[in-house]
């Protein structure tokens, strides 16, 4: 993987798309992922993203943006006006194109900068998206941060299968998710894991059980309605859904996505949300 160094102009986007309804802002702390060649990357949506991507394979890079928590204080001020005028909150969803927690983030620490800087420029809200159990790692820094605003922290666990057929493995193991989810939540932060995009479960009872004891709220998407293209064309490009049907060839039909929902409903009553109303923090 390539890493370099580099700077962003304004590291608060204004929404629009899919997340238009869910915050008034995304924020990237890296451009790239280093988790693109997992699991997680096979069916990632930003992979078509030919802007972001300029002739690069996803995966294969990992722009650090070390000016990031500098942006955010310079811009602070006009986006949370912004956000306040047009959304109605200055709310940021972090991060839609990247995980706030690669590897990576142990040595540069950009995301820890800006949760930093956050304690003392708050949002109205947080919403903390990532695949990786090291978001345990920011624990007392999101513990501060709390105290200044709303913060909602998710933690995606697509499946309880290790493997999926011809596919590589999940950028971070499934138990240490889970744990993490366990420490954040005992810790008194509201911990959402998000099973997005909903891949084949093998027993999906205990599945849900264990995350009703780990997390306030589940969140289900589906790659049709959930990648941001009509039926979900993007992923159909890509080998996710034949390795999904491979193992369960009802699971690639959005109607998968009801059948599991009314199984979690069962473990989570009032705790489950459904696509983009469920990022945005409806459950029913």
């Known amino acids: 993987m390539n890493v370099s160094l580099t700077t962003i102009k304004n590291v608060l986007t204004r929404t629009s798309g899919y997340l238009t309804d869910v915050t008034s802002h995304s924020m990237q702390p890296y451009c790239g992922c280093a988790f693109g060649n997992s699991l997680c990357g096979v069916g990632c949506y930003v992979k078509h993203n030919g802007h972001l991507l300029k002739g690069r394979p996803w995966g294969s890079f990992l722009e650090v943006r070390t000016n990031a928590a500098d942006s955010y204080r310079a811009h602070y001020e006009r986006e949370q006006a912004w956000g306040r005028k047009h959304r109605e909150r200055f709310s940021i969803f972090c991060s839609s194109a990247t995980d706030p927690f690669v590897p990576q983030e142990r040595r540069y620490g950009i995301t820890t900068s800006l949760l930093q800087t956050m304690v003392n420029f708050p949002p109205d809200s947080l919403i903390l998206q990532t695949h990786s159990h090291a978001v345990v790692d920011s624990l007392e820094l999101l513990l501060q941060l709390a105290d200044q ?4 922290i ?20 499934i138990d240490k998710r ?3 989810c366990r420490t954040l939540q005992q810790a008194g932060l509201f911990t959402v894991v998000t099973v997005a995009p909903l891949l084949p479960i093998a027993d999906p009872p205990k599945f849900f059980e264990r995350i009703a004891g780990c997390a306030d709220a589940c969140v289900l998407d589906h790659f049709v309605e959930g990648d941001g293209s009509p039926d ?29 929902a009314n199984i979690a409903r069962a473990w989570l009553p009032g705790r489950v949300g459904i696509g983009i109303s469920g990022f945005a923090g409806e459950y029913f």
């Open 149 to 152: 605003t709303s913060v909602r």
């Open 154 to 173: 998710h933690v995606t666990i697509e499946t309880d299968r290790e493997r999926l057929p011809g596919l590589p493995r999940h950028a971070t193991p």
């Open 178 to 180: 889970f744990d993490a």
């Open 232 to 260: 979900g064309r993007r992923t159909l490009r890509t080998e996710l859904p034949k390795a999904m049907a491979e193992v369960c060839p009802e699971s690639v039909q959005l109607e998968y996505r009801e059948q599991i």
